[in-house]
């Protein structure tokens, strides 16, 4: 270690996200690969909910009833979910939209991330609940679903569905979801750069990196 070095440039980078957004899953990965490569950063990630279905049944709706109503029917759905696999596969992520027999309420994962967070870094829980959904088919509104994913990020299974059993940080995640609407954001991903510097979409490496860039340079 060289203790003369300079300090690493700090950053605050808030994401603002759903669960079951496919674009969400993008753009999250492509972020986390730019911010990989540049080990000259010190990036702090703040995670912060977006509900794209507030009104969705705690247990969730068959995943046709949902289809029909939002697209008008499975065949406009294939052609985009076509669209957002292939796009997926240049980042290593195998979309199976196939899979999916429910379209759950994303409020409990959400909740999850709020209680592990004291615990550590939350990237790699974020990353394990958009595997088991978008990937797996596995349906993330169940709280045995959330408690066996913080079980495989070493969290501890018991205490995760005791806290999923309980309204807490229910009123949280709506309360955060309300302020991201407030703040003018009406689509996700959404990446805020201190707190000055916002940009939405499940944006190419390049766009994020040049995000990154004037963030330094204003900060």
Same mark, same amino acid.
């Given at each position: ?6 300090? @690493?440039?700090?950053?605050?980078? +808030? ?16 972020? %986390? ?7 000259? %950063? ?6 912060? &909910?977006? %509900? ?9 709706? &068959? ?5 029909? #109503? ?15 696999? +292939? ?13 999916? #027999?429910?379209? &759950? ?22 990353? #394990? ?10 349906? =993330? ?17 018991? +205490? ?10 229910? $009123?949280?995640?709506?309360? +955060?979801?309300? @302020? ?8 996700? &991903? ?8 916002? =940009?939405?979409?499940?944006? $190419? ?15």
């Amino acid at each position: 270690m060289n203790v003369l070095a300079p300090p @690493r440039p700090r950053l605050s980078v +808030e994401i603002v996200f759903d669960l079951v957004c496919p674009w969400c899953y993008l753009g999250v990965r492509r972020l %986390l690969r730019v911010l990989a490569e540049r080990p000259d %950063l010190h990036a702090e990630l703040l995670w912060r &909910p977006f %509900l794209l279905n507030p009104d969705i049944a705690p247990g969730g709706v &068959p995943r046709q009833d949902w289809l029909t #109503r939002k697209f008008g029917g499975e065949e406009r759905a294939r052609r985009l979910h076509g669209t957002i696999a +292939e796009l997926g596969q240049a980042e290593g992520i195998a979309f199976r939209f196939e899979l999916m #027999r429910r379209i &759950p309420s994303s409020l409990d994962g959400h909740r999850l991330l709020r209680w592990a967070a004291p615990q550590g870094p939350l990237d790699g829980l974020v990353e #394990r609940i958009f595997q088991a959904y978008f990937s797996e088919g596995q349906d =993330i509104g169940q709280h045995s679903v959330l408690a066996a994913l913080a079980a495989a990020e070493g969290l501890d299974p018991v +205490e995760a569905r005791q806290f999923l059993a309980s309204p807490a940080e229910t $009123e949280w995640v709506h309360l +955060e979801n309300l @302020r991201a609407h407030r703040l003018g954001i009406n689509g996700v &991903p959404c990446f805020l750069v201190d707190g000055q510097h916002a =940009i939405a979409g499940a944006q $190419e490496g390049e766009v994020l990196q040049r995000l990154i860039e004037v963030a330094l340079t204003t900060s």
